[in-house]
């Protein structure tokens, strides 16, 4: 059983350079220590490596930096953004490990994650694409793939000539992350890019949202003590049952252990994508919140 394994987020300009930083593994030569769940000896899927990648989609030399390679493509787009605004996307695509465990078989990572960064290219567009990266020296094998949000948008114009229509391309992150229905629908669509991984020994799975988790746990738990409780009904020996109805008190300060549990993650989940609108019934979106790994 395996989950398909996502996350998002905005990058301003001056957060670029920090995941250059990150993604290309420059700790060393910048004088910063690598993190603790960074260990190249782990490096054995495969050779964790990082690219530039030019509007044909052909690698360029990673010297010339991503802040740079940043800049160049939206100054030939000819955007200039405003200060702050988000320039860039960079998600991060991978699995549980059961998709990469060696006793699946002869499998390559690479071949996944690969794959995985062409799905995210095609839903920005090559040309808006700037840098993969590929991991393999930490806990589970991953791609960071940083984008461009570049949309096309028709605007009217009017001056002493005359007016018309014109299309532009413009930055706007909102259009892919803006809110938790568009965030939900990416999650949506990489299960379904997953599911074309099933095979032999490895069957990808939609995972369940925390507050779903709860209604069907207390569902099948309330099922659970009903049939306790027709076992003792039913029962004609005493000191049988006495020993159910403890049994059944056990299960029950069980089941509200777990309930609780699973309660403290909704709510840390309602917190961590915002509060219900009790006009429009909607979640109130806090800027800046971006999903995490998982479905």
């Known amino acids: ?13 001056g957060e670029v350079g920090g995941t250059e930083i990150h993604n290309f593994r420059q700790y060393e030569e910048k004088g910063i220590d ?3 769940n960074i260990d190249p000896t782990k490096d054995y899927f495969g050779n964790t490596h990082s690219k530039l990648i030019d509007a044909n989609g052909e690698e360029v030399e990673a010297s010339e930096g991503l802040t740079d390679a940043v800049r160049e493509k939206l100054e030939a787009l000819g955007i200039t953004p405003r200060k702050n605004a988000v320039v860039a996307l960079e998600y991060v ?12 078989g002869d499998y390559s990572p690479q071949t996944f994650l690969d794959q995985a960064a062409k799905w995210v290219a095609e839903r920005h567009g090559l040309e808006n694409v700037l840098s993969v ?3 393999f020296d930490e806990s589970n094998p991953h791609a960071h793939v940083v984008v461009l949000p570049i949309t096309e948008k028709t605007v009217k114009w009017k001056n002493q000539n005359g007016s018309g229509e ?3 391309k413009r930055l706007c992150a909102r259009d892919f992350t803006g809110g938790p229905k568009k965030l939900e629908a990416l999650q949506d669509d990489y299960y379904q890019f997953c ?10 799975y939609r995972g369940t949202k925390a507050a779903d988790q709860l209604k069907h746990y207390t569902k099948q738990t309330n099922h659970e003590l009903g049939q306790i ?3 003792i009904s039913a029962c004609e020996d005493l000191a049988k049952a006495k020993v159910m109805e403890k049994e059944l ?7 509200l252990a777990n309930s609780t549990e699973l309660q403290k993650r909704v709510e840390i989940k309602k917190e961590q994508n915002g509060k219900i609108d009790p006009k429009t019934g909607e979640k109130k979106w806090k800027k800046g919140k971006s999903f995490g790994l998982g479905f």
């Open 229 to 231: 409780r027709a076992k």
């Open 133 to 135: 990266s590929y991991h």
């Open 1 to 13: 059983m395996a989950y398909g394994l996502i996350r998002v987020r905005n990058l301003s300009m």
């Open 34 to 36: 690598r993190p603790e």
């Open 195 to 204: 599911k074309g991984f099933d095979r032999k020994g490895v069957t990808f």
């Open 93 to 104: 695509v991978g699995a549980s490990p059961d998709l990469f465990a060696r006793d699946k």
């Open 166 to 168: 014109r299309t532009e």
């Open 249 to 255: 008190e056990a299960k029950k300060a069980d089941i």
